[in-house]
């Protein structure tokens, strides 16, 4: 897989309505499949009064994990069209939902292909395409101390973090993972090596 990916930059969504039926299309980065899932799940709550959440998704893992569902729809005219507007602009690490309120007049297949393809589309233009690197989280464990400096070195680098503060402090943070290696080497030098880094 590439270095450089194109995603969504932010959750997005847009709506239409074809014939009676409204299509609304929700869309959002995803870093792993638990993630694109649990969009699908929430997605599918909100709008638990809907006729048809379909859902596709493409996320990098080892292989790259490509999803779809018709949720009902007649097959093929609904998860398909779908995930195959995210492989035509090249899209990973996203996921989509396209809900749909049936209106009383049927579309036929290739309207819902059509639909659906649509749906995806113009949640996409709301919601920007961006080149993003492979990231990875970091946990580092250190001591009260040490804890400013380490703060410190996270924020100046620009990395996004969560910190919980226990017995020591632990930092979740997001590193582009080429960074890995050289973000490690400043943690330890700054602190003569009194941090604990994992994964």
């Not at 869309?27 to 859902?55: G, K, L």
């Not at 596709?56 to 999803?67: I, T």
């Amino acid at each position: 897989m590439a270095d450089v990916y194109r995603t969504v930059a932010a959750p997005a969504s847009a709506g239409f309505e074809v014939r009676g039926s409204e299509f609304v299309g929700e869309i959002a980065p995803a870093e792993d499949t638990e993630a694109a899932e649990s969009f699908v799940e929430r997605v599918a709550e909100q709008y638990d009064d809907a006729s048809h959440a379909v859902p596709a998704y493409r996320v990098r893992e080892d292989p790259l994990r490509e999803w779809s569902s018709d949720d009902g729809e007649p097959s093929g005219s609904a998860g398909k069209p779908a995930l195959n507007v995210l492989q035509g602009e090249e899209l990973e690490n996203v996921v989509c939902v396209v809900v749909r309120y049936f209106g009383g007049t049927k579309l036929g297949y290739g309207g819902l292909v059509r639909a659906y393809g649509r749906g995806v589309r113009e949640a996409i233009a709301a919601a920007d395409v961006v080149e993003e690197r492979p990231h990875t989280r970091l946990a580092v464990e250190t001591a009260y101390d040490d804890s400013g400096t380490v703060r410190g070195i996270v924020e100046s680098a620009g990395y996004e973090f969560d910190a919980e503060y226990g017995e020591w402090v632990v930092l979740s943070v997001r590193v582009p993972v080429e960074e890995t290696e050289a973000f490690a080497d400043r943690l330890n030098d700054a602190t003569s090596g009194r941090v604990e880094i994992g994964n």
